[in-house]
Nanobody, 120 residues
C-alpha cells in the first residue's frame, strides 16, 4: 500500500486547513500523526476501515474532524480553529493489521510528511 498525502501549508491562527491521504489499496484503518520541531511524533487522529469510529488526541478533539471515503480509499483531516501549537509535519498512516489505532506501532504503512505551519 502506498500513501499520498496532500494539503499542507501556511495558515493563520484561528484558520482552517484540510489534509488528504489517498491509499493505493484497502486498509483496516488510517490515521494521522504529527511531529513538531524538537518533539517526538504524536498521535493526532485515526479512523476505522469503514469510517464507523474515529479517535482523536485530546489536543485536537473538538477542532479536527477525520473522515474517510471508503470507495476512494482516502481520508480527510479537516482542521479548524488552528493555533501555533498545531505547527508540525503531519504524517498519514495506514494499517492492514489489527491493533489500537492510536498507537504508531499499529501502522505498517506511512506516507511522506506534509508541513503545516500556523502563524500567530
Amino acid at each position: 500500500v502506498q500513501l499520498q498525502a496532500s494539503g499542507g501549508g501556511l495558515v493563520q491562527a484561528g484558520g482552517s486547513l484540510r489534509l488528504s491521504c489517498a491509499a493505493s489499496g484497502r486498509t483496516a484503518g488510517m490515521g494521522w500523526f504529527r511531529q513538531a520541531p524538537g518533539k517526538e511524533r504524536e498521535f493526532v487522529a485515526s479512523i476505522t476501515w469503514n469510517g464507523g469510529s474515529a479517535y482523536y488526541s485530546e489536543s485536537v478533539k473538538g477542532r479536527f474532524i477525520l473522515s474517510r471515503d471508503y470507495a476512494k480509499n482516502t481520508e480527510y483531516l479537516q482542521m479548524s480553529r488552528m493555533n501555533p501549537d498545531d505547527t508540525a509535519v503531519y504524517y498519514c498512516a495506514a494499517t492492514t493489521r489489527a491493533g489500537a489505532l492510536t498507537r504508531a506501532d499499529t501502522y505498517n504503512y506511512w506516507g511522506q510528511g506534509t508541513l503545516v505551519t500556523v502563524s500567530s
